[in-house]
């Protein structure tokens, strides 16, 4: 969820473990949701996107959920490792004439060895 | 290799002075964008581009200005008029504007002296 002030929303977890980052966004009119990584001092990577005319999305290690009754998305990281430890942020795509990316505040993950 | 390279990587800012950050890529993409990170905040939108010789406000354009002359180039400034200018600027692009992932640059972290 938000938090107030700098401090991003952190999760911590053990490395071997599933990790889940959450994200809710705000418009119903958006279609197009990308996830992206982002380790300290370089810019974000894409890790995985998905439409809205579908609720799942399976990349290597990674899924999407997107649940559009609750505007709500996920991203499940399975057997995190170290190098997983990033800002995560969602970015949803309004449905119009022009797809401009809205971002997210972002989610710290923190794997522990 | 095809990318996105933002120059310089640190600049330093005095009072009153305007300043240019470079933003280059070579993979032929139509839009670009500019995004400003805060620390512990997501990415807010300065300006985009669509396509040469065209470019838009995003939700924070005051006090920057951009140009769009050739396809692989998108500078922006950062004028004086900009009274709190400290952060991390970061470049992206993308293949069209129909909700394609961004491709991001590594940054350039600006400063004031």
């Known amino acids: 969820g938000e938090s107030v002030g700098l401090h991003l929303p952190t999760l911590s977890v053990q490395e071997g473990d599933n990790s889940i980052i959450n994200c809710a966004y705000s418009?119903?009119?958006?279609?197009?949701f990308i996830w992206y990584k982002q380790e300290s001092g370089k810019g974000p990577q894409f890790i995985i996107d998905?439409?809205?005319?579908?609720d799942k999305r399976q990349g290597q290690r990674v899924t999407v959920l997107l649940n559009k009754t609750v505007k709500h998305l996920s991203l499940q990281i399975a057997a995190t490792q170290p190098g997983d430890s990033a800002v995560y942020f969602c970015?949803?795509?309004?449905?119009?004439?022009?797809?401009?990316?809205?971002f997210g505040r972002g989610t710290s993950l923190i794997v522990h060895p | 290799d095809g990318g996105i390279t933002q120059s310089p990587k640190y600049l330093f800012r005095k009072e009153g002075q305007n300043v240019t950050l470079s933003c280059e890529q070579n993979l032929n993409h139509d839009a670009m964008y500019w995004y400003r990170q805060d620390p512990g905040q997501g990415l807010r939108l300065i300006y985009y581009s669509q396509i040469v010789n065209d470019f838009q406000k995003g939700d924070i354009a005051e006090g920057y200005s951009v140009s769009r002359e050739k396809k692989e180039s998108f500078p922006l400034t950062v004028t004086s008029a900009q009274k709190n200018p400290t952060a991390f600027y970061l470049c992206?692009?993308?293949?069209?504007?129909?909700?394609?992932?961004?491709?991001f640059g590594d940054g350039t972290r600006l400063s004031i002296l």
């Open positions: 992206a692009s993308s293949i069209d504007r129909l909700g394609q992932p961004l491709h």
């Open positions: 998905i439409r809205s005319n579908m």
């Open positions: 418009n119903s009119a958006s279609d197009y």
């Open positions: 970015a949803e795509n309004i449905r119009g004439g022009s797809y401009i990316p809205t």
